[in-house]
């Protein structure tokens, strides 16, 4: 039986660093991906009556 308090076993802390590495290594690879450009330009406002926009 399990001691309630007691802290992660050496394989756990393992497993957890691993998972840790994969997610970073994840992340590193669709860097910028997951945060596309913005490719639409908003419809104007009032604010922007002196801005000539083509089109």
């Known amino acids: 039986m399990k001691r309630p308090h007691a802290g992660p076993s050496p394989e756990e ?3 957890k660093h ?3 590495e994969a ?3 994840g992340l590193e690879e669709t860097f ?3 945060d596309p450009v913005n490719v639409t330009q908003p419809a104007p406002s009032r604010e922007d009556g ?3 926009r083509a089109g």
């Open 13 to 15: 802390i393992k497993e």
């Open 50 to 52: 002196h801005v000539k």
């Open 32 to 34: 910028p991906g997951s």
């Open 18 to 20: 691993d998972l840790e």
């Open 23 to 25: 997610l970073e290594e």
